[in-house]
C-alpha cells in the first residue's frame, strides 16, 4: 500500500489526504470542481503549518506530507497508480454507485475502493463493481486530523483482507479502527444522530439554548464537543439527510428530523460551511 488517491476535496477529503500525506502515502486528491481541489491543498497546508506551531507536527513531517501531495485534473487520471480509493465526495446513493462504477473501470482489480459514507449501504455502493470483495467502509470524522475514530465497515461479501489492509491503513494514520457490520447507521451514525437530534428538539421546545444543551453533555458526561456544535461542523443538511434515510431505512421515531432542522437547511443554515446553523462562524472565505 503505497499510493492513496482520495475522490472528493470538500470538508472530508481534505482531511482524509492530509492524514494520509502525513501516514507516509503518495496521495492525489482530485474532484470534479477543480476550485474545490485548489482550496483543499490551502486548508491542508493551513492545517499543516497550524499543527508546527502547536508542536503537534515536526516540521520536517509537514514539509515531507506536502511533497506527497498531488492533484489531479481528473478523476480517471487520478486514480490510475492508486492502491487505495477513498470516495468522500456527496452522500447521495446513486452519486456514490455511478463514481463507483467509474472507479471499477479505471482502476486495477486489485485496488480497494473505500467509501467514507456515514450512513449508506456499503453493499448498496459495492454492487456498482466487478469486485465486490475489495469494497469496503472507511467512515472518518470531523475534523479529521483530529478525531481518532475511523469505522471500517463490512458488507457480507467483503473480503477478509481487505478489511485488515485498510484497519492497517487507519493504524498507519494514527487512527482507532473498529470493525462494523453493514446496518443502517452502523454504530456511531446510529447513536449520534439520536442524540443530535433529540437535542435539537429541545431547543426546538426552549428547554434550554443551545450552548447550554452542549455544555450538559460536555461537563456532565465528558463528551469532548456538543451534539449541537458537532452538527455544525457536520453540516445541517448532511444531518437532514442522514436522518431522513434512517428514518425511512429503521421505521424508527428516533430519526424523524425535527422541524427545526428543516427550516434551517430550508433558510441555507447548514453550520460553519455556511456562517450559520446553532451557532454563528465566521464567515467561510470563497
Same mark, same amino acid.
Given at each position: 500500500m503505497k499510493h492513496v488517491t482520495v475522490v472528493g476535496?470538500?470538508?472530508?477529503?481534505?482531511?482524509?489526504?492530509?492524514?494520509? &500525506?502525513?501516514?507516509?502515502?503518495?496521495?492525489?486528491?482530485?474532484?470534479?470542481?477543480?476550485?474545490?481541489?485548489e482550496h483543499a491543498l490551502e486548508r491542508i497546508a493551513t492545517n499543516l503549518e497550524g499543527?508546527?506551531?502547536?508542536?503537534?507536527? &515536526?516540521?520536517?513531517?509537514?514539509? &515531507?506530507?506536502?511533497?506527497?501531495?498531488?492533484?489531479a485534473p481528473s478523476?480517471?487520471?487520478?486514480?490510475?497508480?492508486?492502491?487505495?480509493?477513498?470516495?468522500?465526495?456527496v452522500e447521495d446513493l446513486t452519486a456514490k454507485q455511478k463514481l463507483f462504477e467509474q472507479l471499477t473501470r479505471h482502476t486495477e482489480s486489485s485496488t480497494i475502493l473505500a467509501t467514507n459514507t456515514s450512513s449508506l449501504s456499503v453493499a448498496g455502493i459495492?454492487?456498482?463493481?466487478?469486485?465486490?470483495?475489495?469494497?469496503?467502509?472507511?467512515?472518518?470524522?470531523?475534523?479529521?486530523?483530529?478525531?481518532?475514530?475511523?469505522?471500517?465497515?463490512?458488507?457480507?461479501?467483503?473480503?477478509?483482507?481487505?478489511v485488515e489492509t485498510v484497519r492497517g491503513v487507519a493504524l498507519r494514520m494514527g487512527k482507532e479502527p473498529i470493525v462494523v457490520k453493514d446496518v443502517p447507521g452502523f454504530a456511531s451514525s446510529r447513536l449520534g444522530v439520536v442524540l443530535g437530534l433529540e437535542a435539537m428538539r429541545m431547543v426546538e421546545q426552549g428547554v434550554a439554548s443551545a450552548e447550554d444543551i452542549d455544555k450538559a453533555l460536555e461537563l456532565g458526561y465528558g463528551h469532548p464537543m456538543g451534539p449541537l456544535k458537532v452538527?455544525?461542523?457536520?453540516?445541517?443538511?448532511?444531518?437532514?439527510?442522514?436522518?431522513?434515510?434512517?428514518?425511512?431505512?429503521?421505521?424508527?421515531?428516533?430519526?424523524?428530523?425535527?422541524?427545526?432542522?428543516?427550516?434551517?437547511?430550508?433558510?441555507?443554515?447548514?453550520g460553519k460551511k455556511s456562517g450559520k446553523g446553532f451557532y454563528q462562524w465566521p464567515k467561510p472565505t470563497s
Open positions: 476535496a470538500g470538508t472530508m477529503g481534505h482531511g482524509i489526504a492530509q492524514v494520509a &500525506a502525513l501516514a507516509g502515502y503518495e496521495t492525489t486528491l482530485t474532484d470534479v470542481d477543480p476550485r474545490a481541489v499543527g508546527v506551531q502547536r508542536g503537534k507536527v &515536526a516540521a520536517a513531517d509537514a514539509a &515531507a506530507a506536502r511533497d506527497r501531495m498531488h492533484s478523476i480517471n487520471q487520478s486514480v490510475q497508480n492508486a492502491d487505495l480509493v477513498i470516495e468522500a465526495i459495492a454492487a456498482a463493481t466487478d469486485r465486490p470483495d475489495r469494497v469496503v467502509g472507511m467512515h472518518f470524522f470531523n475534523p479529521v486530523h483530529i478525531m481518532k475514530l475511523v469505522e471500517v465497515v463490512r458488507h457480507q461479501t467483503c473480503a477478509d483482507e481487505t452538527t455544525d461542523l457536520v453540516g445541517l443538511d448532511i444531518r437532514l439527510a442522514i436522518a431522513e434515510y434512517l428514518h425511512e431505512t429503521l421505521k424508527s421515531p428516533h430519526y424523524a428530523p425535527p422541524d427545526i432542522l428543516r427550516q434551517k437547511v430550508s433558510e441555507g443554515q447548514l
